[in-house]
């Protein structure tokens, strides 16, 4: 299944959204998140970008502190998969492990090195 990836720029506050091809999604398999990765494997020469977190095909949030890459049950007290409504309370929650495989629908990332053209051009965006 190809991700769909969501690319944030903290310089200028955009994300910007499109599709993987299966090629491109491979290359991603097996990475956690925190790793940066060459955008170069993506299509996106110059860039350097980390992964900040995603979500399955279910809609079950990527937990960095979850290893592995299956969906657990662990007990949590904050994001991402649990929002407290007070302080202190705790939830024990279905989340899925950090590490990304063909189950996951969506990955967030953060663009940590510019190249030289900028993400508009080379994202080609859905007509």
Excluded: C, W
Excluded at 37 to 63: C, H, N
Aim: hydrophobic content about 30%; overall charge positive; charged content about 30%.
């Amino acid at each position: 299944m190809p991700y769909k990836l969501v690319i944030s720029d903290p310089e200028t506050g955009k994300a910007i959204q499109y599709e993987l091809d299966d090629a491109k999604t491979n290359a991603l398999v097996g990475k956690t998140i925190g790793e940066i990765i060459e955008g170069d494997v993506l299509g996106l020469p110059g860039y350097k970008l980390k992964i900040t977190g995603g979500s399955d095909s279910s809609g079950f949030p990527i937990r960095p502190d979850v290893h592995g890459s299956g969906k657990k049950r662990v007990l949590i007290h904050g994001a991402p998969g649990f929002r407290p409504k007070r302080k202190g309370i705790a939830r024990r929650k279905t989340v899925r492990g950090r590490e990304l495989s063909s189950d996951i629908s969506q990955v967030n990332m953060r663009v940590e090195e510019k190249g030289a053209t900028p993400l508009d051009e080379l994202v080609m965006k859905p007509a």
